[in-house]
């Protein structure tokens, strides 16, 4: 196992995640993202095959049956999963990111030793909630709901082997860069 080709990325919903993996992947070619595959429906502008891969329940079931994931976690009634032969396939490329939620994380690390873990906290819980509430389209139930996950997302950020805030995205997804250039130039 080469050091440094596998960065596992966590962060709670609304801290900004997506925004500073597209910096990181636009300042460094050689990271490539693993795609997860998914049950929950697409979302407005997100594309088959490059945020996810959408699956049926039926579909998804059936690759756990077959061993086909490193690792895999139901979220928000929802499964999660990142695809073993996929991911083999893109560290042969360059360094795998993989973006998943700490359970998925703790059982890469378990078969992966060699794994990154980092995971992206908040300025504070409360400036998530701001965030959250700032886009305006999710209701109070659903930032109930986010906010308690959020919660039990920062308890488990003491597992991984860096946390980096993100007050600001640049300096945020710098950050990252170090940590990955450190591991794996
Ligand atoms: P979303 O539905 O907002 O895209 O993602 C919800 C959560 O699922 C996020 O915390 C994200 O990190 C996590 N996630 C995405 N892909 C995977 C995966 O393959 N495995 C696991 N365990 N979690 C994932």
Redesign the pocket.
Known sequence: MSKGKLVVI?GA?GVGKGTVLGIMMNKRKDLKFSV?A?T?APRPGEREGVDYTYVSKECFLGMIERDEFL???S??SNF???PTKQLEEIMAQGIAIL???P??AFQVRAKRPDATLIFVAPPSLEELERRLRSRGDTSEEQIRIRMERAAWEMEQSKHYDYIVTNDQVETCADKILKIIAEKAD
């Open positions: 966590s919903s997860s998914t929950r690792e895999y976690d979220h928000m999660y999963g990142t973006d998943v939620e359970k998925g």
